[in-house]
């Protein structure tokens, strides 16, 4: 992680301290990436005495719309989850502004059935898992899957809610929304 973090400024020629904040998508999503990220942006931030700006990954993907010139709408972004479930939620879309409806929360096959059917575009890496069931079952409805987060975005994201004077918690209070239980099982095997 940290040799790409140091090209990434390197590309961008900034230097560690000129940073004065950092920007880190907090989740839903993968257990193990969202550690891994949140920790190090922790640790960065902490050495740096800057703040750490969290943003959702769900709010992220729903801002990517905006790239993208879709018509004004409902659009609910789906992150992979597991045991065929996704995190999302359900975003409203109108020209440069998206608004969530809602909080993120566990989407099923018959859930993401249910918004397809109502009109909501699914997209995000999550609506794949689902994309075969509701094509045969619901052949006009609206999938992206090609959509991803984009840095660009999170950047702006980071930037608008430290403009508008957002208070963040202390980076070592910060920690990545997982949604869902991190279980671990044993592969311990008696004898």
């Given amino acids: 992680m940290h040799l790409l973090v140091e090209a990434a400024l390197a590309d961008a020629k900034v230097l560690w301290s000129e940073l004065t904040a950092i920007i880190v998508s907090i989740g839903p999503g993968s257990f193990t990436g969202l550690r891994v990220g949140v920790s190090y942006a922790k640790g960065a931030a902490l050495a740096l ?16 719309l905006k790239e993208r010139n879709l018509p004004p709408g409902r659009y609910m972004p789906l992150i992979p989850a597991r045991k065929g479930e996704a995190f999302g939620q359900m975003f409203r879309l109108e020209p440069n502004e998206v608004t969530a409806e809602d909080e993120p929360f566990l989407v099923d096959l018959e859930t993401a059935s249910k918004h397809a059917r109502a009109g909501v ?9 689902f994309a075969d069931q509701l094509k045969a079952e619901y052949p006009q409805g609206k999938l992206l899957m090609d959509l991803i987060p984009s840095p660009t975005v999170l950047l702006e994201l980071g930037r608008q809610l430290l403009r508008d004077g957002n208070h963040f918690p202390a980076a070592s ?4 929304h997982y949604l869902k239980e991190f279980t671990v099982k044993s592969s311990i095997v008696s004898r």
């Fill in 49 to 64: 005495g800057i703040p750490v700006v969290p943003v959702s990954t769900l709010t992220l993907l729903a801002n990517t």
């Fill in 121 to 129: 575009l699914l997209f995000g890496e999550g609506a794949e898992q």
């Fill in 173 to 176: 209070d910060i920690e990545p």
